[in-house]
């Protein structure tokens, strides 16, 4: 896909990454180095809490979304570079989910006092196999404009 | 430290965590699975690009946020469950820097339609070992109420 500068971008335009397919393993293994907390590394514990069954770490799911961006899912010209954003999890990520990201542009801001850049505003979704969004992220990201 | 009820909490309260020192092999681990892009793999393309010098991924630093928080940070009854938040990264996380998170609990709200449990909004912002912010997490986390 060719790279996108901030000419390129226009509010409504989506994208659609490639899949990710998580399991239980990939869950204990990020979850024991980033969130060690039961229901994100023990399947017994897990069932007996608050998210019945084993749940990945939302800042795994966080993760793995970015994982789509850059490799399918956004091609900025000089790569993803974010300043932030809003992030939420409605439902929780769960072994054998198979994950995939739907942005959108909400807004393609020039930059007022660097005119050799700009920012965008991308909402995006991540979905599981069923359709069902794991994770909300609207993100601002910086866009350069064409050299 | 004592775990923390919903009544255990009032605006204001504020927690630090441990710290934790990161290298440029963590922040090149992390970025080859998650964010693999040059400014967080590749020193010498780091250099030569946005950040002049190597960059761990901004959700590599949310991570070790969340592992400071989880370990030593905010010791909440029954675990840290985040319903979603705003982030934003002021400056990158560089190689050799020691983390530390400071947390400010910002408001206190009992659940209307369910009497066992609330929210609290908490401010963590992310330092390095010059005191400069890394990373500012606004976050909503679940709280239960005494049983």
Chains 1, 2 share one sequence.
Do not use: C
């Amino acid at each position: 896909m060719a790279e996108l500068y901030l000419e390129d971008f226009s509010v409504g335009q989506r994208f659609i990454s490639a899949t990710h397919q998580i399991d239980a393993d990939q869950i204990k293994a990020f979850a024991a180095r980033f969130d060690p907390q039961p229901f994100h590394t023990d399947e017994a514990a897990a069932q007996a809490g608050f998210f019945r069954g084993l749940a990945a770490s939302g800042w795994h799911t966080a993760s793995i979304t970015m994982s789509l961006l850059v490799r399918s899912g956004m091609p900025i010209a000089g790569g993803l570079i974010g300043a932030g954003g809003e992030i939420s999890w409605p439902r929780p990520t769960r072994p054998g989910d198979v994950l995939q990201v739907e942005s959108e542009v909400l807004a393609v801001t020039p930059s007022r006092s660097r005119p050799e850049r700009g920012m965008i505003t991308v909402k995006s979704e991540t979905k599981n196999q069923n359709g069902e969004i794991v994770q909300i992220l609207t993100s601002r990201m910086l866009v350069w404009r064409k050299p």
